[in-house]
C-alpha cells in the first residue's frame, strides 16, 4: 500500500506570492490534516478534513487554507506567502472519522522557503 | 494556556542502555496520548499510543507510561541502538475524536556505540 504523497518536495517563492500544496492520503483514508513544522514552533495543527468537510482549525491567519475532494486528496493554500510561512509542511491521513484510537501516517512533507 | 512540554536537550546514552524521554503537559485533558519518531527532513512516525485509563503499554523494546494526576508521560527505549538516534514526539489528542494533534517540541536522542 502506497504511504502518504506530498507534493512538491521543495519549493522557493517570493513574499507576496501564492502557494498550493498538495497530498495524496493512503487509499481508503478519509481523514486529511496538515500541520506547519518551525524551528521555533514546532509541530502545528492547521486543518483537517474529512468526506470535503473542514472539521477542525487550528490558530493560523485566512491566508492558510485548504480543500479536499472527492477521492480524498487534498490541497493546502497559501496567499501573499511572507517570510515566517517557511517552513516544512506535513500532511497525515488516518482512516477513520470520529474514532478516537487512531494513529496519523505521515507523508514526507514539502519544504517551503520563502525569499 | 495549554502546554506541552519535552526535554529541549538532546539525550545522550551509550548502546544497550536504556533511554527515558519525559512528555509533560499543562492545562490538558487528553483522551490518549501518542509517541512519534522523526528523522531530519522526514514526516514523523507512529510508534505508540496510550489511552487516559491505561497505566503502561509495551511494543518491542518500548514503553510508555501515562500518569494523569502527573500529567506525565514516559518513552522508555531499552537496550537502545545507534539506529535510535531520531527526534521523538509526544502528542495528546482530546476526546473529540476529530484527528488534531497537539504536538511537544520534541526530544532529540543520540544513542553512541
Known amino acids: 500500500k502506497a504511504g502518504v504523497t506530498q507534493t512538491p518536495r521543495y519549493l522557493i517563492k517570493t513574499r507576496g506570492q501564492q502557494v498550493t500544496l498538495s497530498c495524496s492520503p493512503i487509499?481508503?483514508?478519509?481523514?486529511v490534516s496538515w500541520y506547519q513544522q518551525t524551528p521555533g514552533q514546532g509541530l502545528q495543527f492547521l486543518f483537517e478534513y474529512f468526506s470535503e468537510t473542514q472539521r477542525n482549525k487550528g490558530n493560523f491567519p485566512g491566508r492558510f487554507s485548504g480543500r479536499q475532494f472527492s477521492n480524498s486528496r487534498s490541497e493546502m493554500n497559501v496567499s501573499t506567502l511572507e517570510l515566517g510561512d517557511s517552513a516544512l509542511y506535513l500532511c497525515?491521513?488516518?482512516?477513520?472519522?470520529?474514532?478516537?484510537?487512531?494513529?496519523?501516517?505521515f507523508g514526507q512533507g514539502t519544504r517551503l522557503t520563502v525569499v | 494556556s495549554q502546554k506541552i512540554e519535552q526535554n529541549s536537550e538532546a539525550l545522550n546514552i551509550q548502546e544497550g542502555k536504556t533511554a527515558t524521554l519525559t512528555c509533560n503537559y499543562t492545562?490538558?485533558?487528553?483522551?490518549?496520548l501518542q509517541w512519534y519518531r522523526q528523522d531530519p527532513g522526514r514526516g514523523p512516525v507512529f510508534l505508540l499510543l496510550i489511552r487516559e485509563n491505561e497505566k503502561e503499554k509495551r511494543k518491542e523494546r518500548l514503553k510508555v507510561t501515562f500518569d494523569t494526576t502527573l500529567k506525565q508521560s514516559l518513552f522508555h527505549i531499552t537496550a537502545s541502538q545507534p539506529a535510535d538516534s531520531a527526534t521523538y514526539l509526544c502528542a495528546l489528542v482530546n476526546d473529540t475524536g476529530f484527528q488534531k494533534l497537539v504536538f511537544g517540541t520534541g526530544t532529540r536522542l543520540l544513542v553512541s556505540p
Open positions: 497525515a491521513s488516518s482512516p477513520y472519522g470520529r474514532h478516537l484510537n487512531t494513529e496519523a501516517f
Open positions: 492545562n490538558y485533558s487528553p483522551a490518549y
Open positions: 487509499s481508503g483514508h478519509r481523514s
